[in-house]
């Protein structure tokens, strides 16, 4: 089974509107952490926000949210009032149990913001 | 720029040349991760390093790989005899910690092309 699950390869959204990217992940450890990751086209990934197992409130890093609904395994990613500069593939990635340095990440999705 | 840098950006090679890359991780941090990611894909494990010491290798990387960090400081990965399967983005990252919310941060990738 996929460890993350992005089920959108692309989205088109109009400048201005909110977006919601969806990630869901598979792990059996009570302790792990969720990331995401921006990409624009010059390849570098970009740390955004994180989530981790043990957190009670939804992480928020000013315009991004995570939507974290731990029994469903999801970890959604909510970018409000979205910008031209917001185009770019975004990666759902999950850190799994202790001590374990390992990303594992998501195919992607591709978000495209039109004016 | 404090950021973590790789060098070079871009590489074509001819199959079985070999090639090395360098990665300078932001500077206080101590672990030191290498990524590979292929076209459509996201990131995937290869290796990291907790200063000098390489504590974690990933299937991916046969023995053509071999990768370093010898001083604690900047890394370098080499592929030996490369093949076109090789033709990827190699992503390096830098770290603090490895738990809670200690984000890893990425370079801009090398990019390599094998003919």
């Known amino acids: 089974a996929q460890k993350i699950t992005q089920t959108q390869p692309g989205m088109f959204v109009q400048e201005k509107e909110a977006v919601t990217l969806d990630c869901t992940y598979d792990?059996?450890?009570?302790?792990?952490?969720l990331f995401w990751y921006k990409q624009p086209s010059s390849g570098e990934m970009i740390f955004l926000i994180y989530?981790?197992?043990?957190?009670?409130q939804n992480a928020t890093e000013g315009r991004y949210s995570l939507n974290f609904q731990k029994a469903r395994k999801s970890a959604n990613l909510v970018i409000s009032a979205s910008q031209l500069g917001d185009s770019a593939m975004y990666f759902c990635?999950?850190?799994?149990?202790?001590?374990?340095?390992?990303?594992?990440f998501g195919t992607g999705t591709r978000l495209t913001i039109i004016p | 720029d404090t950021g973590v840098s790789q060098d070079p950006r871009h590489k074509i090679t001819k199959r079985g040349q070999n090639v090395t890359f360098r990665c300078d991780p932001i500077?206080?941090?101590?672990?030191l991760y290498w990524y590979r990611q292929t076209l459509g894909q996201g990131p995937e494990f290869l290796t990291y390093?907790?200063?000098?010491?390489?504590?974690?290798k990933s299937r991916l990387l046969s023995d053509r790989f071999s990768a370093e960090r010898p001083k604690g400081s900047f890394s370098t990965l080499e592929i030996q005899r490369t093949e076109q399967g090789d033709s990827a983005m190699y992503l390096c990252?830098?770290?603090?910690?490895?738990?809670?919310?200690?984000?890893?941060?990425f370079g801009p990738g090398t990019r390599l092309l094998v003919l």
């Open positions: 990252a830098s770290s603090l910690r490895s738990t809670g919310r200690w984000a890893q941060y």
């Open positions: 792990t059996s450890d009570q302790s792990y952490g």
């Open positions: 989530q981790g197992s043990y957190d009670e």
């Open positions: 990635a999950m850190r799994e149990g202790l001590g374990n340095e390992k990303l594992t």
């Open positions: 500077s206080e941090h101590n672990r």
């Open positions: 390093f907790q200063n000098e010491a390489q504590l974690e």
